[in-house]
Nanobody, 117 residues
Framework: QVQLVESGGDLVQPGGSLRLSCSAS???????LGWYRQAPGKQREEVATITVAGRANYEDFVKGRATISRDNEKNMLYLEMTNLKPEDTAVYYC????????????WGQGTQVTVSS
């Protein structure tokens, strides 16, 4: 079972930027990876995914404000977010997209992003 550790979350003001990182315990180069988030009192939702070939897909609420990237050699996944809004406040997680869709994903602790003035 792969272990995923998220980092980079912080308290930022509206309009600010963050770069989240996800470190995997093994190489996931053959999988589509994704970032997900869960706000208080809400269900976890997908934020963005990136295929093995590097094709990215973004949910409408972050489109134009987020960039997902991966470094297969370093077993790393990244999410850069700009123009952060209070509604972006959530715990952010990374995972293997297929496992999430199958309901078989094991979730780490995530990283807290708080957008507030």
């Amino acid at each position: 079972q792969v272990q995923l550790v998220e980092s980079g979350g912080d308290l930022v003001q509206p309009g600010g930027s963050l770069r989240l990182s996800c470190s995997a315990s093994k190489n996931l180069f053959e999988y589509t990876l994704g970032w997900y988030r869960q706000a208080p009192g809400k269900q976890r939702e997908e934020v963005a995914t990136i295929t093995v070939a590097g094709r990215a897909n973004y949910e409408d609420f972050v489109k134009g404000r987020a960039t997902i990237s991966r470094d297969n050699e370093k077993n790393m996944l990244y999410l850069e977010m700009t123009n952060l809004k209070p509604e972006d406040t959530a715990v952010y997680y990374c995972n293997v997209d297929s496992l999430v869709r199958l309901g078989q994903a094991f979730w780490g602790q995530g990283t807290q992003v708080t957008v507030s003035s």
